[in-house]
Nanobody
Framework: QVQLVESGGGLVPAVGSLRLSCVASGLNFNFNYYRMGWFRQAPGKEREYVAH????????YYVDFVKGRFTISRDNAKNTAYLQMNSLKPEDTAVYYC?????????????????WGQGTQVTVSS
């Protein structure tokens, strides 16, 4: 079983920045084998894809509305994934979830990811 624990959320004014962290662990768990992703869910809305990166970290992918503002990264030595969020907007307000999966297939839907953290709240004030 894989455990994911997010941190770093909070309240920030518009155009501010936050960095989310996600520490992964588990029995016989090899972080390098897992792609890591971030989704978010605003009240009354479905969980939506934000970004993900490959196990080695060489390939990164973003949804259009965060390109140029968010950066996903990982430190395999620390079993940790990050989401640096800059130029935040009120519409970025949501619970942000870290996710992990061993496949290399589809990524844009939550159903394609096996493991989830508990989420961390990000609130951007206008």
């Amino acid at each position: 079983q894989v455990q994911l624990v997010e941190s770093g959320g909070g309240l920030v004014p518009a155009v501010g920045s936050l960095r989310l962290s996600c520490v992964a662990s588990g029995l016989n768990f090899n972080f390098n084998y897992y792609r890591m992703g971030w989704f978010r869910q605003a009240p009354g809305k479905e969980r939506e894809y934000v970004a993900h990166l490959s196990g080695g970290g060489s390939a990164t992918y973003y949804v259009d509305f965060v390109k140029g503002r968010f950066t996903i990264s990982r430190d395999n030595a620390k079993n940790t994934a990050y989401l640096q969020m800059n130029s935040l907007k009120p519409e970025d307000t949501a619970v942000y979830y870290c996710t992990a999966d061993r496949s290399d297939g589809d990524s844009r839907g939550a159903r394609f990811w096996d493991h989830w953290g508990q989420g961390t709240q990000v609130t951007v004030s206008s």
